[in-house]
Protein backbone atom coordinates (compact mmCIF):
# COMPACT_ATOMS: atom_id res chain seq x y z
CA UNK A 1 0.00 0.00 0.00
CA UNK A 2 1.10 3.33 -1.01
CA UNK A 3 2.57 5.74 1.91
CA UNK A 4 1.21 9.44 1.73
CA UNK A 5 2.74 11.99 3.68
CA UNK A 6 0.73 15.87 3.93
CA UNK A 7 0.27 18.25 5.94
CA UNK A 8 -3.06 19.19 6.96
CA UNK A 9 -4.29 22.10 9.22
CA UNK A 10 -0.44 22.66 10.35
CA UNK A 11 0.76 19.06 11.58
CA UNK A 12 2.32 16.42 9.79
CA UNK A 13 0.41 13.19 9.07
CA UNK A 14 1.73 10.27 7.53
CA UNK A 15 -0.13 6.85 6.85
CA UNK A 16 -0.39 3.81 4.77
CA UNK A 17 -3.70 3.87 2.88
CA UNK A 18 -5.31 1.83 0.76
CA UNK A 19 -4.58 3.29 -3.27
CA UNK A 20 -8.18 4.16 -4.03
CA UNK A 21 -8.49 6.07 -0.61
CA UNK A 22 -10.13 9.34 -1.22
CA UNK A 23 -8.85 12.26 -0.01
CA UNK A 24 -12.18 12.86 2.16
CA UNK A 25 -11.94 9.23 3.60
CA UNK A 26 -8.27 9.91 4.68
CA UNK A 27 -9.04 13.45 6.69
CA UNK A 28 -12.26 12.46 8.19
CA UNK A 29 -11.49 8.57 8.25
CA UNK A 30 -8.17 8.64 9.36
CA UNK A 31 -7.52 11.65 11.12
CA UNK A 32 -11.16 11.91 12.52
CA UNK A 33 -11.85 14.98 11.15
CA UNK A 34 -15.21 15.25 10.09
CA UNK A 35 -16.06 18.80 9.51
CA UNK A 36 -15.34 18.08 5.99
CA UNK A 37 -18.73 16.43 4.70
CA UNK A 38 -19.43 14.24 2.26
CA UNK A 39 -22.87 15.04 0.67
CA UNK A 40 -23.20 13.95 -3.26
CA UNK A 41 -19.96 11.83 -3.53
CA UNK A 42 -20.22 13.01 -7.28
CA UNK A 43 -18.39 16.17 -7.23
CA UNK A 44 -21.55 18.35 -7.54
CA UNK A 45 -22.36 20.24 -4.23
CA UNK A 46 -19.29 20.99 -2.32
CA UNK A 47 -19.53 19.78 1.00
CA UNK A 48 -16.05 17.95 0.90
CA UNK A 49 -14.08 21.25 -0.07
CA UNK A 50 -10.93 21.80 1.13
CA UNK A 51 -7.60 23.59 0.52
CA UNK A 52 -5.21 21.74 -1.29
CA UNK A 53 -1.86 23.83 -1.22
CA UNK A 54 -4.42 26.48 -0.65
CA UNK A 55 -6.49 26.12 -3.13
CA UNK A 56 -10.15 24.98 -3.14
CA UNK A 57 -10.66 21.32 -4.36
CA UNK A 58 -13.35 18.92 -4.29
CA UNK A 59 -11.98 16.21 -1.17
CA UNK A 60 -14.53 13.54 -2.71
CA UNK A 61 -12.52 13.88 -6.31
CA UNK A 62 -8.96 13.49 -5.05
CA UNK A 63 -7.48 10.53 -4.22
CA UNK A 64 -5.28 10.96 -1.13
CA UNK A 65 -2.04 9.15 -2.84
CA UNK A 66 -2.69 13.33 -5.12
CA UNK A 67 -2.10 15.21 -1.85
CA UNK A 68 0.97 13.55 -1.07
CA UNK A 69 3.63 16.04 -0.34
CA UNK A 70 0.48 18.78 -0.33
CA UNK A 71 -0.61 21.39 2.18
CA UNK A 72 -4.29 20.62 2.74
CA UNK A 73 -6.56 22.56 5.02
CA UNK A 74 -10.09 21.71 6.21
CA UNK A 75 -12.96 23.83 8.16
CA UNK A 76 -11.13 23.08 11.54
CA UNK A 77 -7.89 24.50 10.72
CA UNK A 78 -9.03 27.68 9.42
CA UNK A 79 -9.78 29.65 12.85
CA UNK A 80 -6.57 30.98 14.43
CA UNK A 81 -7.36 29.67 18.61
CA UNK A 82 -10.97 30.36 20.18
CA UNK A 83 -11.17 32.85 17.35
CA UNK A 84 -13.23 32.32 14.56
CA UNK A 85 -12.27 33.37 10.90
CA UNK A 86 -13.52 36.41 10.07
CA UNK A 87 -15.74 33.97 7.11
CA UNK A 88 -17.11 31.56 9.76
CA UNK A 89 -18.11 34.75 11.96
CA UNK A 90 -19.59 36.21 9.10
CA UNK A 91 -21.58 33.16 8.76
CA UNK A 92 -22.82 33.04 12.04
CA UNK A 93 -24.06 36.85 12.32
CA UNK A 94 -25.47 36.88 9.11
CA UNK A 95 -27.48 33.27 9.60
CA UNK A 96 -25.89 31.80 6.62
CA UNK A 97 -26.92 28.81 7.37
CA UNK A 98 -29.77 26.60 8.47
CA UNK A 99 -29.03 22.99 8.94
CA UNK A 100 -24.95 23.56 8.65
CA UNK A 101 -24.46 20.77 6.20
CA UNK A 102 -22.97 22.26 3.40
CA UNK A 103 -21.50 24.69 5.89
CA UNK A 104 -17.89 23.89 5.86
CA UNK A 105 -17.73 23.58 2.36
CA UNK A 106 -19.51 26.65 1.79
CA UNK A 107 -16.83 28.58 3.84
CA UNK A 108 -13.64 26.94 2.23
CA UNK A 109 -15.04 27.79 -0.66
CA UNK A 110 -15.80 31.46 -0.38
CA UNK A 111 -12.36 31.73 1.03
CA UNK A 112 -10.91 31.15 -1.49
CA UNK A 113 -13.19 32.83 -3.63
CA UNK A 114 -12.29 35.86 -1.44
CA UNK A 115 -8.29 35.72 -1.72
CA UNK A 116 -9.23 35.77 -5.66
CA UNK A 117 -11.22 38.49 -5.73
CA UNK A 118 -10.96 40.20 -2.09
CA UNK A 119 -14.14 42.49 -2.85
CA UNK A 120 -16.62 40.18 -4.76
CA UNK A 121 -19.97 41.67 -5.97
CA UNK A 122 -23.34 39.94 -5.60
CA UNK A 123 -23.28 37.83 -8.95
CA UNK A 124 -19.07 37.02 -8.24
CA UNK A 125 -20.09 35.71 -4.99
CA UNK A 126 -22.91 33.65 -6.69
CA UNK A 127 -21.32 32.62 -9.70
CA UNK A 128 -18.28 31.74 -7.08
CA UNK A 129 -20.66 29.70 -5.22
CA UNK A 130 -21.81 27.39 -8.43
CA UNK A 131 -19.73 24.76 -7.05
CA UNK A 132 -21.58 24.53 -3.46
CA UNK A 133 -25.44 23.30 -3.56
CA UNK A 134 -27.46 24.21 -0.17
CA UNK A 135 -30.80 22.48 -0.16
CA UNK A 136 -32.17 25.22 3.07
CA UNK A 137 -31.27 28.79 3.26
CA UNK A 138 -31.79 29.58 -0.90
CA UNK A 139 -28.73 30.95 -0.13
CA UNK A 140 -29.89 34.85 -0.09
CA UNK A 141 -27.97 35.32 3.25
CA UNK A 142 -24.94 32.58 2.31
CA UNK A 143 -24.43 35.35 0.07
CA UNK A 144 -24.69 38.33 2.43
CA UNK A 145 -22.21 36.24 4.88
CA UNK A 146 -19.43 36.01 1.96
CA UNK A 147 -19.61 39.72 1.35
CA UNK A 148 -19.00 40.17 4.92
CA UNK A 149 -16.62 37.68 5.54
CA UNK A 150 -14.45 38.83 2.22
CA UNK A 151 -15.09 42.83 3.89
CA UNK A 152 -13.58 41.08 7.49
CA UNK A 153 -10.83 39.29 5.57
CA UNK A 154 -9.72 42.50 3.66
CA UNK A 155 -9.08 43.63 7.66
CA UNK B 1 -13.55 2.20 -6.82
CA UNK B 2 -12.18 -1.06 -7.72
CA UNK B 3 -8.64 -1.61 -6.63
CA UNK B 4 -5.51 -0.18 -8.53
CA UNK B 5 -1.88 -0.05 -8.81
CA UNK B 6 -0.60 3.92 -8.21
CA UNK B 7 2.20 5.06 -10.07
CA UNK B 8 3.77 8.66 -10.34
CA UNK B 9 6.47 8.94 -12.99
CA UNK B 10 9.19 12.20 -12.97
CA UNK B 11 9.32 11.84 -16.45
CA UNK B 12 7.01 11.61 -20.33
CA UNK B 13 9.13 8.30 -21.05
CA UNK B 14 8.55 6.73 -17.41
CA UNK B 15 5.17 7.32 -17.95
CA UNK B 16 5.02 5.67 -20.95
CA UNK B 17 6.91 2.49 -19.47
CA UNK B 18 4.27 2.16 -16.71
CA UNK B 19 1.49 2.58 -18.59
CA UNK B 20 2.97 0.10 -21.76
CA UNK B 21 3.63 -2.56 -18.95
CA UNK B 22 -0.23 -1.99 -17.22
CA UNK B 23 -2.43 -5.02 -17.78
CA UNK B 24 -5.31 -1.91 -18.33
CA UNK B 25 -3.74 1.04 -17.47
CA UNK B 26 -4.81 4.49 -17.78
CA UNK B 27 -3.50 7.86 -16.98
CA UNK B 28 -4.43 10.12 -14.80
CA UNK B 29 -4.50 14.30 -15.22
CA UNK B 30 -6.99 16.21 -13.24
CA UNK B 31 -8.90 13.24 -12.02
CA UNK B 32 -12.31 15.54 -12.08
CA UNK B 33 -14.23 12.76 -15.13
CA UNK B 34 -11.77 9.57 -14.02
CA UNK B 35 -12.37 9.47 -10.43
CA UNK B 36 -16.08 9.57 -10.45
CA UNK B 37 -15.96 7.58 -12.98
CA UNK B 38 -14.43 5.04 -11.53
CA UNK B 39 -16.40 5.96 -8.11
CA UNK B 40 -19.46 4.60 -10.37
CA UNK B 41 -17.29 1.55 -11.45
CA UNK B 42 -18.22 2.24 -15.08
CA UNK B 43 -14.36 2.07 -14.92
CA UNK B 44 -11.58 -0.08 -13.24
CA UNK B 45 -8.03 0.04 -14.10
CA UNK B 46 -5.43 -2.10 -13.39
CA UNK B 47 -2.99 0.83 -12.44
CA UNK B 48 -3.37 4.53 -12.69
CA UNK B 49 -0.23 6.36 -13.84
CA UNK B 50 -0.57 9.86 -12.47
CA UNK B 51 1.07 12.60 -15.00
CA UNK B 52 1.25 15.29 -12.14
CA UNK B 53 4.75 14.68 -11.30
CA UNK B 54 5.76 15.70 -14.91
CA UNK B 55 7.16 19.36 -15.01
CA UNK B 56 7.27 19.42 -19.35
CA UNK B 57 3.14 18.70 -19.13
CA UNK B 58 2.26 21.85 -17.10
CA UNK B 59 2.78 25.44 -18.53
CA UNK B 60 1.30 28.12 -21.31
CA UNK B 61 3.71 29.71 -24.36
CA UNK B 62 2.94 32.40 -26.50
CA UNK B 63 5.16 32.67 -29.96
CA UNK B 64 4.58 33.47 -33.44
CA UNK B 65 0.96 33.58 -33.57
CA UNK B 66 0.62 30.36 -31.30
CA UNK B 67 -0.58 29.42 -27.42
CA UNK B 68 0.48 25.62 -26.58
CA UNK B 69 -0.92 25.02 -23.01
CA UNK B 70 0.87 21.88 -22.02
CA UNK B 71 -1.72 18.58 -20.79
CA UNK B 72 -1.40 19.00 -17.10
CA UNK B 73 -2.24 22.90 -17.79
CA UNK B 74 -5.76 23.42 -15.20
CA UNK B 75 -8.47 25.48 -16.37
CA UNK B 76 -8.04 27.66 -13.70
CA UNK B 77 -4.29 28.26 -15.00
CA UNK B 78 -5.92 28.51 -18.81
CA UNK B 79 -8.97 31.13 -17.40
CA UNK B 80 -6.37 33.61 -15.17
CA UNK B 81 -3.30 33.49 -17.67
CA UNK B 82 -2.86 37.12 -18.34
CA UNK B 83 -0.95 35.85 -22.35
CA UNK B 84 -4.22 33.83 -22.99
CA UNK B 85 -6.70 36.51 -22.05
CA UNK B 86 -4.67 38.70 -24.06
CA UNK B 87 -3.97 36.66 -27.35
CA UNK B 88 -7.38 34.54 -27.18
CA UNK B 89 -9.71 35.68 -24.83
CA UNK B 90 -12.39 33.27 -25.70
CA UNK B 91 -10.24 30.87 -24.62
CA UNK B 92 -9.73 31.98 -21.59
CA UNK B 93 -13.04 33.02 -21.03
CA UNK B 94 -13.74 29.16 -21.62
CA UNK B 95 -11.80 27.88 -19.62
CA UNK B 96 -13.09 29.82 -16.85
CA UNK B 97 -16.70 28.40 -17.38
CA UNK B 98 -15.87 24.48 -17.01
CA UNK B 99 -17.66 23.49 -13.86
CA UNK B 100 -17.05 25.34 -11.02
CA UNK B 101 -14.13 26.95 -9.48
CA UNK B 102 -12.75 23.99 -7.25
CA UNK B 103 -13.26 21.77 -10.44
CA UNK B 104 -11.15 24.29 -12.72
CA UNK B 105 -8.30 24.17 -9.51
CA UNK B 106 -8.13 20.27 -10.75
CA UNK B 107 -9.32 19.81 -14.30
CA UNK B 108 -6.88 19.80 -17.01
CA UNK B 109 -6.80 20.48 -21.10
CA UNK B 110 -4.64 17.13 -22.01
CA UNK B 111 -7.52 14.93 -19.31
CA UNK B 112 -10.83 17.02 -21.16
CA UNK B 113 -9.42 16.36 -24.51
CA UNK B 114 -8.50 12.67 -24.32
CA UNK B 115 -11.46 12.17 -22.59
CA UNK B 116 -13.28 13.57 -25.70
CA UNK B 117 -16.67 13.53 -23.42
CA UNK B 118 -19.70 14.99 -25.83
CA UNK B 119 -20.75 17.50 -23.68
CA UNK B 120 -17.37 19.16 -22.29
CA UNK B 121 -15.63 22.57 -23.73
CA UNK B 122 -12.30 22.42 -24.44
CA UNK B 123 -13.30 19.77 -28.10
CA UNK B 124 -15.19 22.84 -29.16
CA UNK B 125 -12.21 25.16 -28.71
CA UNK B 126 -9.96 22.78 -30.19
CA UNK B 127 -12.09 22.18 -33.41
CA UNK B 128 -13.06 25.58 -33.19
CA UNK B 129 -10.01 27.27 -33.47
CA UNK B 130 -8.46 24.18 -35.44
CA UNK B 131 -5.93 23.58 -33.02
CA UNK B 132 -2.94 20.76 -33.00
CA UNK B 133 -3.18 18.43 -30.33
CA UNK B 134 0.63 17.15 -29.58
CA UNK B 135 1.47 13.54 -28.14
CA UNK B 136 4.29 11.24 -27.04
CA UNK B 137 4.78 10.30 -30.86
CA UNK B 138 3.10 13.04 -33.06
CA UNK B 139 1.17 15.91 -33.71
CA UNK B 140 -2.85 15.23 -34.86
CA UNK B 141 -4.70 18.28 -36.85
CA UNK B 142 -8.15 18.65 -34.39
CA UNK B 143 -10.39 18.20 -37.74
CA UNK B 144 -8.65 14.27 -37.27
CA UNK B 145 -8.59 13.94 -33.43
CA UNK B 146 -12.50 13.55 -32.62
CA UNK B 147 -13.88 10.76 -33.82
CA UNK B 148 -16.83 9.90 -31.35
CA UNK B 149 -17.99 9.84 -28.16
CA UNK B 150 -15.56 9.18 -26.17
CA UNK B 151 -13.25 8.31 -28.63
CA UNK B 152 -10.31 10.14 -30.15
CA UNK B 153 -7.45 9.46 -32.47
CA UNK B 154 -4.94 8.99 -29.31
CA UNK B 155 -3.31 4.86 -30.16
CA UNK B 156 -3.40 3.12 -26.75
CA UNK B 157 0.10 3.96 -24.59
CA UNK B 158 0.13 7.42 -26.46
CA UNK B 159 -0.13 10.43 -24.22
CA UNK B 160 -1.12 14.20 -24.99
CA UNK B 161 1.40 16.70 -23.89
CA UNK B 162 0.26 19.72 -25.06
CA UNK B 163 -2.52 21.28 -27.59
CA UNK B 164 -1.15 24.16 -29.78
CA UNK B 165 -4.08 27.14 -31.02
CA UNK B 166 -3.16 29.25 -34.12
CA UNK B 167 -4.33 32.42 -32.92
CA UNK B 168 -7.66 33.85 -34.43
CA UNK B 169 -8.31 37.26 -36.02
CA UNK B 170 -11.90 37.26 -33.24
CA UNK B 171 -13.74 34.58 -31.36
CA UNK B 172 -16.09 33.49 -29.02
CA UNK B 173 -17.52 30.71 -27.29
CA UNK B 174 -21.01 30.56 -25.52
CA UNK B 175 -22.43 27.87 -24.05
CA UNK B 176 -25.97 26.99 -22.44
CA UNK B 177 -25.06 25.10 -19.36
CA UNK B 178 -27.25 22.44 -17.77
CA UNK B 179 -27.82 24.21 -14.13
CA UNK B 180 -26.41 21.75 -11.92
CA UNK B 181 -23.27 19.68 -13.87
CA UNK B 182 -22.29 22.97 -15.90
CA UNK B 183 -21.66 20.92 -18.55
CA UNK B 184 -22.53 21.80 -22.12
CA UNK B 185 -26.16 21.62 -22.97
CA UNK B 186 -25.04 23.39 -26.33
CA UNK B 187 -21.67 24.93 -27.00
CA UNK B 188 -20.62 27.14 -30.05
CA UNK B 189 -17.01 28.10 -30.48
CA UNK B 190 -17.19 30.19 -33.41
CA UNK B 191 -13.74 32.00 -34.73
CA UNK B 192 -12.28 33.94 -37.45
CA UNK B 193 -9.18 33.20 -39.10
CA UNK B 194 -7.13 34.62 -41.77
CA UNK B 195 -7.89 31.53 -44.02
CA UNK B 196 -11.74 31.44 -42.94
CA UNK B 197 -14.18 30.91 -40.54
CA UNK B 198 -14.83 27.64 -38.43
CA UNK B 199 -17.50 26.69 -36.16
CA UNK B 200 -18.07 24.13 -33.46
CA UNK B 201 -20.31 22.73 -31.24
CA UNK B 202 -20.46 20.77 -28.44
CA UNK B 203 -23.08 19.37 -26.53
CA UNK B 204 -25.07 18.93 -29.16
CA UNK B 205 -24.08 16.15 -31.29
CA UNK B 206 -24.78 12.51 -31.05
CA UNK B 207 -21.46 12.00 -32.19
CA UNK B 208 -19.35 14.47 -30.43
CA UNK B 209 -18.05 17.76 -31.12
CA UNK B 210 -19.34 18.78 -34.97
CA UNK B 211 -18.58 21.82 -37.37
CA UNK B 212 -20.97 23.48 -39.45
CA UNK B 213 -20.02 24.13 -42.83
CA UNK B 214 -23.07 26.02 -43.80
CA UNK B 215 -22.54 28.48 -40.87
CA UNK B 216 -18.98 28.57 -41.93
CA UNK B 217 -19.62 29.69 -45.51
CA UNK B 218 -22.03 32.26 -44.47
CA UNK B 219 -20.06 33.60 -42.23
CA UNK B 220 -17.25 33.64 -44.54
CA UNK B 221 -19.19 35.71 -46.92
CA UNK B 222 -20.88 38.32 -43.64
CA UNK B 223 -19.60 37.83 -40.42
CA UNK B 224 -22.49 39.05 -38.66
CA UNK B 225 -25.70 36.98 -36.77
CA UNK B 226 -27.79 38.27 -39.62
CA UNK B 227 -25.74 35.98 -41.76
CA UNK B 228 -27.38 33.15 -40.25
CA UNK B 229 -30.33 34.29 -38.98
CA UNK B 230 -31.85 31.48 -41.16
CA UNK B 231 -29.94 28.89 -40.39
CA UNK B 232 -31.67 25.67 -39.00
CA UNK B 233 -29.84 23.06 -37.70
CA UNK B 234 -31.03 19.45 -38.72
CA UNK B 235 -32.39 17.22 -35.62
CA UNK B 236 -31.35 14.04 -37.16
CA UNK B 237 -27.80 14.19 -35.61
CA UNK B 238 -28.99 15.77 -32.35
CA UNK B 239 -28.84 14.24 -28.77
CA UNK B 240 -31.84 13.80 -26.71
CA UNK B 241 -31.70 13.05 -23.10
CA UNK B 242 -34.05 14.43 -20.30
CA UNK B 243 -32.10 17.44 -19.87
CA UNK B 244 -33.25 18.27 -23.50
CA UNK B 245 -34.58 16.71 -26.52
CA UNK B 246 -32.96 16.57 -30.35
CA UNK B 247 -35.33 19.27 -31.55
CA UNK B 248 -34.47 21.79 -28.40
CA UNK B 249 -31.00 21.27 -29.10
CA UNK B 250 -30.93 21.73 -32.78
CA UNK B 251 -32.79 25.20 -31.84
CA UNK B 252 -30.19 25.96 -29.12
CA UNK B 253 -27.36 25.45 -31.58
CA UNK B 254 -28.46 28.43 -33.94
CA UNK B 255 -29.30 30.34 -31.12
CA UNK B 256 -25.78 30.05 -29.07
CA UNK B 257 -24.31 30.48 -32.64
CA UNK B 258 -25.61 33.94 -33.51
CA UNK B 259 -24.49 35.12 -29.86
CA UNK B 260 -21.40 34.05 -30.19
CA UNK B 261 -20.93 35.49 -33.53
CA UNK B 262 -22.42 38.54 -31.88
CA UNK B 263 -19.96 38.65 -28.87
CA UNK B 264 -17.15 38.05 -31.12
CA UNK B 265 -17.86 41.29 -32.47
Known sequence: MPTVSMTVNGQTVSAEVDGRTLLVEFIREHLALTGTHV??????CGACVVHVNGEAAKSCTMLAVQ????SVTTIEGLSEGDDLHPMQAAFKDNHGLQCGFCTP??????????????????????????????????????????????????? | MQSFNYAKPASLADAAAALAKAEDGTLLAGGQTL????????????????LAGIAE????SVSGGTVTIGAMTRHADVAGSAEVKGAIPALAALAGGIGDQAV???????????????????PAAVLGLGATVRT??????????????????????????????????????????????????????????????????????????????????????????????????????????????????????????????????
Do not use: W
Not at chain 1, 39 to 44: F, P
Not at chain 2, 35 to 40: E, G, S, V, Y
Not at chain 2, 57 to 60: A, E, F, M, R, V
Not at chain 2, 156 to 176: D, H, M, R
Open chain 1, 39 to 44: GCDTSQ
Open chain 1, 67 to 70: ANGA
Open chain 1, 105 to 155: GMIMSAVDLAKRNPNPTEAEIRKGLEGNICRCTGYHNIVKAVAQGAAGMRG
Open chain 2, 35 to 50: LPTMKARLAAPSDLVD
Open chain 2, 57 to 60: LKGI
Open chain 2, 104 to 122: RNRGTIGGSVANNDPAADY
Open chain 2, 136 to 265: NSRSIAADDFFTGLFDTALNAGEIVTAVSFPVPQKAAYVKFPNPASRYAMVGVFVAKTASGVRVAVTGAGNGGVFRVPAYEAALAANFSPSAIADGVISAADMNSDLHADAEYRAHLVAVMARRAVAAAG
